[in-house]
């Protein structure tokens, strides 16, 4: 089984201002990981991935997230954020078996950017 | 390509009705998940079907819950004798293959007063 955990519930932050999500995660076999996004009242979208690779992972609105194996993390990044990237964040994790999808997310950091 | 389509938006029900939650996968996935969010959680994976097969429902309460996706027609989500505790947002996501992305729908948001 694997377990998610996001060490923060809220992050408020200014605008232009850098931010980190935290994300760490257990498991006892290999693991594909994401970060979705979640704007009010809205689905999940998928912000970005990693399956293998670079363990640097970009998207296209200036998110990056870094898999770091022996720290078993997952850090969301952005070093200047906007206020519509005010959202509800998820990290997920699945593992390799069960083919990518079956996702176990951590229970959301909501990213407050203030004027 | 229209994306996944969950419907309604918005359930109301009162303790001890049925809910049944629909979801559309976006065309030619044929793989489906449900996942249910309760209020300040995160989300918690259900069950995973493909085309008239239910390939794994670890994560479904062992009563009052089921699931189909039959060869015809939308996934069904359905909760008999519905409770309290069962108010949440509950999402779909599809995708077209095994290792590929999940396509997430904006959830039906049900409410058991």
């Known amino acids: 089984a694997q377990s998610v955990t996001q060490l923060d519930s809220q992050v408020p932050v200014f605008e232009e201002a850098p931010v980190e999500l935290r994300c760490n995660y257990s498991s006892s076999v290999s693991v594909y990981l994401f970060w979705y996004v979640q704007y009010p009242n809205q689905g999940l979208q998928l912000l970005l991935k990693y399956l293998s690779g670079s363990t640097l992972v970009e998207s296209i609105n200036g998110f990056e997230a870094e898999f770091n194996k022996s720290q078993t993390s997952f850090h969301l990044r952005k070093p200047s954020v906007h206020i519509s990237d005010t959202a509800e964040y998820f990290c997920a994790v699945s593992a390799l078996r069960d083919a990518g999808n079956m996702l176990t997310f951590g229970g959301g950091t909501r990213l407050m950017v203030k004027p | 390509n229209a994306g996944v389509m969950q419907n309604p938006r918005h359930l109301v029900r009162r303790r001890g009705q049925e809910a049944r939650l629909r979801c559309s996968p976006m065309k030619g996935h044929s793989h489906v998940y449900w996942y249910r969010q309760l209020p300040e959680e995160g989300l918690k994976f259900m069950v995973y079907?493909?085309?008239?097969?239910?390939?794994?429902e670890s994560g479904m309460p062992k009563e009052r819950f089921s699931a189909e996706f039959p060869k015809e027609g939308p996934s069904i989500l359905r909760i008999q004798q519905v409770v309290r505790g069962d108010s949440a947002a509950y999402f779909c996501a599809s995708s077209p293959r095994t290792v590929s992305e999940a396509f997430f729908g904006q959830g039906t948001r049900l409410t058991v007063v």
């Open positions: 079907l493909q085309k008239e097969n239910i390939i794994d």
